[in-house]
């Protein structure tokens, strides 16, 4: 235990706050204030400060649990783990290796991404790999891709938001979703900017706007055509910058002209007058950006939707130039790392693709495999559990809880039900936990380094700062030994190191030359720079050193980070700022998506009206599983409801704290009303964090979106009753 404090990050969302952790007495740690650290300069949401709640024993599983006559049990970590090996081999030699499913989280750290990609790859040989992202911003990701040649959720650091001229927050609730960041929109407003927030609801961010346009779920592609048709007529379209910088305009040009205001102010309920007011704000000042979060993106569409929002920045000159452009507010705490190094279906470390031949070629000499060896791209996230108890007979999961987080949930958790094996790696007992043959209890943030990549693309170093408590081991740890007992001495020999860092000087090799490069960036830089942002390759001459790093490294234990790779070119300085001379696309210019609005996968109809939206409320953190076992976020969040207008609840006859049952073509769902005048009469709105008769994935439609499969999260047509008490 060191005495004094350790400076690191939350470990919940993708801001990835700085905060210090102090030892206490009892051998716990307490959050103190990390004023250094730029991006929260000190501010803490109610989860990050009281983080440390879940690594009290008790809250948390300190010993490994196998099923034994129907109930876990404890067991040692030998059979546990034996367990899993046995259960896994007797899966892949029964129905062969794809018949073993893995699912990963945008939570684990990259080094744990990045081994569990491989693992899935090399040890158990599996195509049948993705992760919860897939739910997350995969959508972002797609159209950043098709826009930019590369998805970097921001393609600037926060910090520039206060200095650009207008913000537009699509379906963002930074208000709830993370508190400390809303002060660059206050920010931007105090030095004379404007925000305007899209949501169908008026959220507490939506107060803080000079605008806020509340258009019925699932219409923001519609939305976004219709301001691009104005953009058009009141001849704001940058013409020099669109001849310079992009490609596909009059494709794009043509579908938005077909979507008049009036039209428009059909679709989405949004009026024109707004939609003119929006383009007057948007179009004025020299700078502007588009955010996008959960709402436009979780939707059948997603991806054309983004790729509408990022056509009004294309128009009008505001990407790759200082103080505008388009970014994604990504979720989760390694949300953007993790998206990176291969823990999705279609990828490879580094942000390479998994059928591009040369990344094949590229990675298998980094694993020391043969690249026919390395199965091609597998399953999406909701078709793999899906297909759970059907061709897929064995899961291990690691840092998601899709009995409460999948979209038709008691669909999923009958899925689960049906395998032949589940083990789950996880710090609580989670809902899905509580399902598995086995369950391996894993260290915590707080007990273990490793790094994370916020929502900017900084790389960050999370550092151990409390001994765990017996019982516990790492995810890294488990790997290794899963790796050992499935593939032996071989395995090993490709490396399933325990020590993160030593994984990270493999991850930069593998990274190394790709998208997301990592190459130039070691736990030193980290430790000393308060981050570092990729791209950020290894200085010139420096890539080979990269590559012969492993053995200075071996020695290296987390406390004694390994020396940097000295060699006489400066290190990359990283990168703050994308696109400023070029796209990352093969001829440098941005490419505008020729999309036109099309309806949700399921609209309101005699027997389902309304419609349902979900997401998150600022007390509690996804599926609950760490948030609800604290006692001070319980008190604030203590239960799912169903938010509703006055005019839906007098219609209903229903009063505030009634319980109502909200019915889909999934499934039933009860939950008290909260009545507000903040959302739109024809919407009801359920926080997603609960299990249970509240929980609100009962209730929503898996259509995926073609390109990202995308699950659509943020509309479906429901009944809404009132319950007979
Ligand atoms: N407190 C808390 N903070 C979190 C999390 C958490 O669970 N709890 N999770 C983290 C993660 S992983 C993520 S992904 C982020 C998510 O962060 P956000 O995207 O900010 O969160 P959501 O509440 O899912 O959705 C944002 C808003 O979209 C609106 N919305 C719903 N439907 C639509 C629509 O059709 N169009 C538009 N324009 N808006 C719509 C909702 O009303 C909501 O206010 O938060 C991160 N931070
Ligand atoms: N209706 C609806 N559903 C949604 C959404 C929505 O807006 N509406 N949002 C979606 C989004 S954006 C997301 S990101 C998903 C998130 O949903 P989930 O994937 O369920 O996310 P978490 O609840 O964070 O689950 C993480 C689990 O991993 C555990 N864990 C934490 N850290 C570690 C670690 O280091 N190692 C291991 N092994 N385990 C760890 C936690 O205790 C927890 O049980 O939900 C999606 N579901
Ligand atoms: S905003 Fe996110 S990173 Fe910051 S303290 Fe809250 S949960 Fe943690
Ligand atoms: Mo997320």
């Excluded at 938001?161 to 206050?186: D, K, Q, W």
């Excluded at 694993?367 to 199965?375: A, F, H, K, N, Q």
């Excluded at 499934?667 to 249970?692: E, L, N, Q, S, Y």
């Excluded at 439609?701 to 479906?716: I, Q, V, Y």
Aim: glycine share 10%; proline share 8%; hydrophobic share 35%.
């Amino acid at each position: 235990m060191q005495n004094s404090a350790t400076p690191t990050h939350c470990p919940y969302c993708a801001l990835q706050c700085g905060m210090n952790l102090t030892p206490q007495q009892d051998g716990g740690v307490a959050v103190v204030e990390r004023p250094d650290f730029p991006v929260n300069r000190g501010a803490l949401c109610g989860k990050g400060r009281t983080a440390a709640a879940v690594l009290a024993p008790g809250v948390r599983l300190t010993s490994p649990l196998v099923r034994s006559g129907g109930t876990l049990v404890p067991a040692t970590w030998d059979e546990a783990l034996d367990r899993v090996a046995k259960g896994l081999h007797r899966t892949r030699t029964e129905h062969g290796p794809d018949a073993c499913g893995v699912f990963g989280g945008g939570g684990l750290t990259n080094e744990k991404a990045y081994g569990l990609g491989k693992f899935a790859r090399i040890v158990l040989g599996t195509s049948q790999i993705d992760y919860n992202g897939r739910f997350c911003m995969s959508s972002a990701a797609a159209a950043g891709m098709k826009a930019f040649g590369l998805d970097r959720g921001l393609p600037f650091p926060l910090e520039d938001i206060p200095r650009t001229g207008c913000v537009i927050l699509v379906g963002s609730n930074p208000a709830e979703t993370m508190p400390p960041s809303l002060r660059y929109f206050t920010e931007l407003r105090e030095n004379g900017g404007t925000l305007i927030v899209v949501d169908p609801r008026r959220t507490r961010t939506a107060e803080q706007a000079d605008l806020h346009l509340a258009p019925r779920p699932g219409t923001d592609l519609a939305l976004a055509l219709g301001l691009l048709h104005l953009i058009v007529a009141e001849g704001r379209v940058d013409e020099e910058y669109v001849q310079e910088r992009t490609a596909g305009w009059e494709d794009a040009r043509a579908a938005a002209m077909a979507h008049w205001p009036e039209y428009v102010e059909r679709i989405t309920g949004v009026p024109v007058p707004q939609l003119r007011e929006a383009v007057r704000m948007f179009c004025e000042p020299e700078h502007a950006m588009v955010l996008t979060a959960r709402g436009p993106e979780q939707q059948s569409k997603g991806t054309d939707t983004v790729g509408a929002w990022i056509n009004l920045c294309l128009a009008t000159g505001r990407a790759g130039r200082p103080l505008s452009g388009y970014g994604c507010l990504t979720g989760q705490g390694n949300g953007q790392g993790g998206r990176e190094h291969g823990q999705k279906a279609d990828q490879l470390p580094g942000y390479r693709k998994l059928d591009d031949p040369a990344a094949r070629r590229h990675v298998a000499e980094v694993w020391g495999v043969d690249p026919d060896s390395l199965p091609g791209p597998g399953r999406s996230a909701y078709e793999l559990l899906d297909a759970l108890g059907t061709d897929i007979k064995s899961l291990l999961l690691m840092g998601s809880n899709p009995v409460v987080s999948a979209p038709r949930a008691a669909h999923i958790e009958e899925r689960i039900k049906s395998l032949d094996f589940l083990a789950v790696c996880d710090v609580v007992l989670s809902e899905t936990a509580e399902l598995a043959d086995v369950v391996l209890p894993v260290t915590q943030w707080a007990e273990e380094t490793g790094t994370t990549t916020n929502l900017e693309g900084r790389v960050l170093l999370r550092r151990r700062a409390i001994t765990p408590p017996e019982g516990v081991r790492s995810d890294l740890e488990i790997m290794h030994e899963l790796a050992a007992r499935l593939g032996g001495e071989r395995a090993l020999e490709k490396g399933f190191p325990t020590d993160a860092e030593e994984v990270f000087e493999e991850l930069r090799r593998a990274s190394a030359g790709g998208p997301a490069d990592y190459s130039g960036i070691t736990y030193r830089r980290l430790a000393e720079e308060n981050g570092v942002f990729w791209p950020c390759p290894a200085a010139t001459g420096a890539a080979d050193d990269a590559g012969d790093s492993e053995d200075a490294s071996l020695d290296a234990g987390p406390d004694d980070p390994a020396q940097d790779h000295d060699t006489d070119a400066a290190p990359h300085p990283g990168t703050p700022r994308l696109f400023l001379d070029r796209f990352a696309t093969p001829d440098g210019r941005a490419r505008f998506a020729p999309v036109s609005h099309r309806a949700a996968a399921e609209e309101p109809d005699d027997e389902y009206p309304v419609l349902l939206t979900t997401g998150r409320v600022v007390a509690q953190y996804q599926s609950g599983a760490q948030s609800r076992r604290v006692d001070e976020l319980n008190t604030a969040a203590p239960g799912p409801f169903v938010e509703l207008h006055p005019r839906l609840a007098a219609r209903l006859g229903a009063a505030d704290g009634d319980p109502l049952a909200v019915i889909s073509r999934r499934g039933r769902a009860v939950a008290p009303a909260r009545i507000t005048t903040a959302i739109r009469p024809d919407t009801v709105f359920m926080p997603f964090h609960w299990p249970g008769e509240g929980r609100a994935n009962t209730l929503t439609n898996p259509a995926l979106d073609p390109t990202s499969r995308m699950p659509e999260f943020k509309t479906c047509a429901v009944r809404v009753e009132p319950v007979q008490q």
